[in-house]
């Protein structure tokens, strides 16, 4: 009886000794996972170091960021008004307040703990007392640079490193095909119609052109690359267009736009027009660069040239 007494005994000591070793095991993880949810970390911002949360969970997106952080699976809590009419976003953000930086006290109230916009916004010391506040020099970096930027405040560096390399390897894959299809000098124009104007492209302004010239290796027409070498991109009229037309055309169209220039014989007897190969995209989401935008750009650009 005692020797049972005494291996139940020792059994009992092991089981609590266990328990410890268990706990003691688990309580630096836990630790540093309440830690992740309510502590801070310093981000390398353009204007200086600041602390911002480690896991933010109500942020405001000011300047076109938001489909940056809807992508790395943060919250967003308000948004300015251009994303917010942005076709893009329409599903993601239907429940999401419009803001602006005009508007102090609407943002007060969604209680945000990280605000992020364009070094250009009003009120950045007023908003930088509400909640940290990140801003960003528009066309700093680059467009992917942009939204490994993005993920390093969001503490989610790896995250967008990952969706990087892989949105590249896909986009390349797919210029592969194309040029493959069509030849490797195969060119491209972007436009775009807005009001009365047309605006033709450089590589580096939305509307496709990074997809299109950078990662799919598609040309743009030596005319109109000498067109745009200053600025990066110009006006051009109806008339004229046809000199800068590639292969194929992509047009930020809007709706609201004067687009009689398509019912014209000019435009009509361009090679690209009588090809089938314009293709068009909704001006109102075309020229954001963030990982939402360039998914669906990417697949729509493959379904265009590859029809698949």
């Not at 990280?114 to 250009?120: P, V």
């Not at 069509?182 to 450089?202: P, Q, R």
């Not at 090679?271 to 939402?292: H, M, T, W």
Request: proline share 4%; hydrophobic share 40%; charged share 25%.
């Amino acid at each position: 009886m005692k020797k049972h007494l005494g291996l139940l005994s020792i059994l009992a000591c092991l089981l609590i000794l266990s328990a410890c070793g268990n706990a003691a095991n688990s309580a630096p993880e836990e630790a540093n996972s309440e830690e992740a949810k309510s502590g801070t970390i310093t981000y390398q911002s353009e204007s200086g170091p600041i602390e911002v949360p480690a896991n933010p969970q109500r942020v405001v997106a000011l300047s076109g960021f938001p489909g940056d952080v809807l992508k790395l699976g943060v919250n967003v809590v308000g948004v300015d008004s251009w994303s917010k009419a942005n076709p893009t976003f329409e599903e993601q953000l239907k429940d999401v307040q419009e803001v602006s930086a005009e508007n102090l006290e609407k943002i007060i109230e969604l209680e945000p703990d990280l605000i992020i916009g364009l070094d250009s916004i009003a009120n950045i010391d007023k908003l930088s007392e509400i909640a940290p506040t990140v801003t960003f020099a528009w066309g700093k970096t680059d467009y992917l640079t942009q939204h490994l930027e993005i993920g390093k405040l969001l503490n989610k560096e790896k995250e967008a490193q990952a969706w990087i390399d892989d949105f590249k390897q896909r986009a390349q894959a797919i210029g592969k095909d194309v040029l493959a299809k069509y030849g490797d000098n195969a060119t491209v124009s972007v436009i775009e119609t807005y009001d009365k104007d047309i605006y033709a492209f450089g590589d580096h302004f939305g509307r496709g052109t990074e997809i299109l010239y950078h990662e799919m290796g598609l040309k743009m027409p030596e005319k109109l690359k000498e067109l745009i070498t200053e600025t990066g991109y110009s006006t051009i009229s109806a008339e004229v267009l046809p000199e800068y037309a590639g292969d194929f055309i992509v047009i930020s169209k809007y709706s609201t736009a004067d687009n009689s220039f398509q019912e014209t014989e000019t435009y009509k007897n361009i090679p690209a027009v009588k090809n089938g190969q314009v293709f068009e995209l909704d001006g109102r989401g075309a020229s954001y660069i963030d990982p939402v935008t360039l998914d669906m750009q990417l697949e729509f650009f493959k379904n265009a040239f590859l029809g698949n």
